[in-house]
């Protein structure tokens, strides 16, 4: 069964880091570009960041661009996402999700995903 | 700038209706877009991916149409377990990836 499980989300103040694992298993992790996408509680879904199969190539959303690092361990079946300078309006629920392609492009959707992660900045 | 606009942003329907959902792009993404199911507490699940191909293992009363700037998420006849929330999303222009803002679909 192809999964993915969140993990590490918490609650952090303003302006600090915290950073976000994603394991997956039932795949061959190392074969396809994986992504983060939030949700702010009620609200609708926020693409956040992308990483392709061989972490190479990074892409990520004008909100999260230099705060947010998306990087991957293929030997552990890990993705990460370290954040950084963390604002009230980071807070949210994010998942991770897989792309059916090797890298993101056109073209790009999602699934399977996780079951998701909370984060609240609050002080 | 580029939108992504989901219509309704809510419906009330009954069991064996016929449900429609648009989504409109501010410019042509050729068939790039995929619709999802998300229920409360859950993960999305994608339904229809490059407009009109059904994910694997979901039923076929589900049905996606459209190209260019127009699309459409059809459920031929509602059933109990597809009152959820419906997004919109569309890749066609790395690093732009964008979701509709959601439909919800619940009971009459």
């Known amino acids: 069964q192809e999964m993915l499980v969140e993990s590490g989300g918490g609650v952090v103040q303003p302006g600090r880091s915290l950073t976000l694992s994603c394991a997956a298993s039932?795949?061959?992790?190392?074969?396809?570009?994986i992504h983060w996408v939030r949700q702010v509680p009620g609200k609708g879904l926020e693409w956040v960041a992308a990483?392709?199969?061989?972490?190479?190539?990074?892409y990520y959303a004008d909100s999260v661009k230099g705060r947010f690092t998306i990087s991957r361990d293929n030997s552990k079946n890990i993705l990460y996402l370290h954040m950084s300078r963390l604002r009230v309006d980071d807070t949210a629920v994010y998942f991770c999700?897989?792309?059916?392609?090797?890298?993101?492009?056109?073209?790009?959707?999602?699934?399977?995903w996780g079951q998701g992660t909370l984060v609240t900045v609050s002080s | 700038d580029f939108h992504l606009t989901q219509s309704p942003s809510s419906l009330s329907a009954s069991v064996g209706d016929r449900v429609t959902i648009t989504c409109r792009a501010s410019?042509?993404?050729?068939?790039?877009l995929n619709w999802y199911q998300q229920k409360a507490g859950k993960a999305p699940k994608v339904v229809i991916y490059n407009a009109s191909t059904l994910r694997s293992g979901v039923p076929s009363r589900f049905s996606g149409s459209g190209s260019g700037t127009e699309f459409t998420l059809t459920i031929s006849a509602l059933q109990a377990e597809d009152f959820a929330t419906y997004y919109c999303q569309e890749s066609s222009s790395s690093p732009r990836l964008l979701f509709g803002g959601g439909t919800r679909v619940d009971m009459k």
């Open positions: 990483i392709s199969y061989d972490g190479h190539k990074t």
């Open positions: 410019e042509n993404i050729n068939l790039y």
């Open positions: 999700a897989r792309d059916p392609f090797n890298d993101y492009g056109a073209g790009s959707w999602f699934d399977p």
């Open positions: 039932g795949f061959i992790f190392g074969g396809y570009a």
